[in-house]
């Protein structure tokens, strides 16, 4: 097993992508803590992990707000008593609209949810990380960091942001026995997120749906959509000793989208 004994938080993960980490690292020995806004999806995957001999917790909690994201470190330690890992994958996409009409008030949230708790809960695991010296963190991050797409100003902006932030943190952490990397996912069409912004952009463009994905599809190497266990997966392999000398890196698992 990959992680056998290892402690993760994974935030996002009632569903899609953190969904799937959590249950692939489950299998690889991990005991998870999941969190999202959504109690029902949260006990479901949670469920789905102790009845395949997995060990799983979680809370609810919203992650704009910086209690929340406060109250997600402190239950995952009183239930496991420490973190190892840390994923942090939680977010939405905001309004799909160009810049001068992007409410400001959405903007913010967009940032809080993906940037701001990325930057409290790896401020909050870290210093028991250096503590023992050991830990990894990996930000879910997407190409839209790197790439130009018009109509997610916000959630484009909150994305590179990870990057920087994976850097910095890499760059203080290395020399103390932690890595930091991140994940640029092209497009997962499985998850709710993805299905609702492809239908959103096909309204605004005027074409059917299936036009509109097979569109942007035919734009990457593969031909395809990523799958939220091929995301999974890398999260996996980073979260190894595997990885053991990789840091401070941007990983796309996107099938040829991007290529920087």
């Known amino acids: 097993m990959l992680l056998k004994d290892r402690i993760a938080l994974i935030t996002g993960s009632g569903r899609g992508i953190g969904r799937a980490i959590a249950q692939l690292f489950a299998t690889e020995g991990a005991a998870v803590f999941l969190t999202a806004r959504t109690e029902k999806e949260l006990s479901a995957t949670a469920e789905e992990i102790t009845e395949g001999g997995g060990r799983a917790a979680f809370v609810t909690g919203d992650l704009a707000k910086e209690a929340d994201c406060r109250a997600v470190f402190e239950k995952a330690i009183a239930s496991f008593g420490r973190v190892d890992i840390l994923v942090n994958n939680g977010g939405h996409y905001g309004p799909v609209v160009p810049v001068e009409e992007y409410p400001m008030e959405e903007f913010d949230r967009v940032l809080a949810v993906h940037l701001r708790a990325a930057f409290l809960l790896s401020k909050l695991v870290l210093p028991g990380m ?83 994905l097979a569109g942007f599809l035919e734009s990457i190497l593969q031909g395809r959509g990523q799958t939220a266990k091929e995301i999974a997966e890398a999260a996996l392999f980073l979260c190894s000793e595997k990885a053991s000398a990789i840091t401070g890196q941007a990983i796309n698992v996107d099938g040829g989208a991007v290529f920087y």
């Open 130 to 212: 250096y503590e023992r010296r050991r830990g990894v963190i990996v930000n879910i991050s997407s190409i839209s960091a790197k790439a130009a797409y018009s109509w997610g100003s916000a959630y484009a902006a909150a994305k590179a942001g990870l990057l920087g932030l994976t850097r910095y943190n890499a760059a203080e952490a290395a020399r103390k026995g932690v890595r930091v990397n991140a994940i640029c996912p092209g497009p997962v069409t499985e998850t709710e997120m993805s299905k609702d912004l492809g239908a959103e952009l096909a309204r605004k463009l005027n074409i059917d749906k299936d036009e509109q």
